[in-house]
């Protein structure tokens, strides 16, 4: 007779108390997924070397689901500001916030369920860094490891990212080893960012405005009306100082009309030849308006031109290609301009979390400056700011670039 399969109930009835009372190997996986949680929420909120350890947990993972859920689990950890932050932006219950926070937890775990199953898990964590990074995944691929690079090889550029990779392969043997090594090793990972002295960086004559002006209201106009003289006062706080660039905060110029145009005039106007302001704007893509790019535009006293276009704005609320209103992305143009005779790059808010734009730049040239600029009246009491300036200050420690930041919150 062909032998009975039995079912999990099956399991269930015969012994029900193995659920009150879970084995050892049970015990062993809701370990490994609460360390996953535990590291998530330590390093994307106070100290990026832990991240480090999600990897090399991951590889020596028991089971066959534990690892994809360990990947979910620590993604969902570090991106948990969004339950919160979703629901003011869009003006929507909190269940819509834990739809999309859920929504892009699946997405980034993606990797980690493709390779759950390969028998060499070192080349397994590889796969899943290298995912984590291109697009599709990539266009969500929040809180990648390899981020830790800046704070653990600051200076050394590409060379840290392979050193990351060395020491998370090298930690994650050792353990598998049950080696006494490791336990030093992990001790040098977590004590090493703290003595390490920090690469001088030149800095140039470039100052980011931060400012606290409010949120979307009904009326645009009356908003961008209300802000505009707010920049106003800035601009004359400023006017009389040895300044040569400033850098404004994420969506401070509104629309790029002609209206709009004539307005920043003003401003314009004042400066002198040698000095200019970089304001982010919604580039129209055509005359009507309805589909921009979020761009910086550098305004000269002579001139005007948009120098960066965001090559990935942040997904349903800005990129929505299915609707009129899409804030397009421009994924392969411009990753280096020019300012001031120098090369720069920029990252404009959601960009900071995801990790191919910024090695994209640093591979399409030798950027000396990264303009950072970000909109968060939203996100006020969340872990989103912090997160982004985690990542962008470690890039640029780790190619030994100066950072200027431009944020309103």
Known sequence: MEELKISPVDKFFDNPYQFLFPSKVELKKLFYLALCIAIGIIAWDCYLPMAIFFPVLWVNAPGKITPWLMGLSYHLAASRGLISGIPVFFDASVMFGVFLWLAAGLIQSLPYLICTHMRNRYLGILIILF???????????????????????PGTGFVGLFLSLGLILTTAWLQSKKSAWFYLLAAIILLWPLAVIPVQVQTNSIKGISTHFSGNPGNLVDKFNQDYEKFMRIFQEHADTDFKILLLPESSGGIWFK??????????????????????????????????????????????????RARQSVPVAMWKPWAKDDVKTNWFDNPVFDLAGKKATAIICYEAYLTWPVL????????????????????????????????????????????VTAVNF
């Not at 995912?131 to 090889?153: D, E, Y």
């Not at 314009?268 to 790019?293: A, M, N, W």
């Not at 640093?362 to 872990?383: D, M, Q, R, Y």
């Open 131 to 153: 995912l984590l990074i291109i697009p599709p995944v990539g266009i969500v691929g929040w809180a990648n490891p390899l981020t830790a690079a800046g704070v653990l090889f």
């Open 259 to 308: 209206t709009t145009q004539y307005l920043w005039g003003q401003w314009q106007r004042k400066l002198e030849s040698d000095q200019s302001i970089i304001l982010p704007v919604l580039f129209p893509e055509g005359k009507t308006g309805f589909r921009t790019y979020n761009s910086l535009v550098e305004i000269k006293r002579n001139a005007c031109r948009e120098i960066y």
């Open 360 to 403: 994209q730049s640093f591979l399409a040239g030798e950027p000396e400056t990264i303009l950072f600029v970000s909109n968060h009246w939203w996100s006020k009491n969340t872990s989103l700011l912090g997160i982004q300036k985690t990542c962008v200050n470690s890039w640029g420690a780790l190619f030994g670039v100066q950072v």
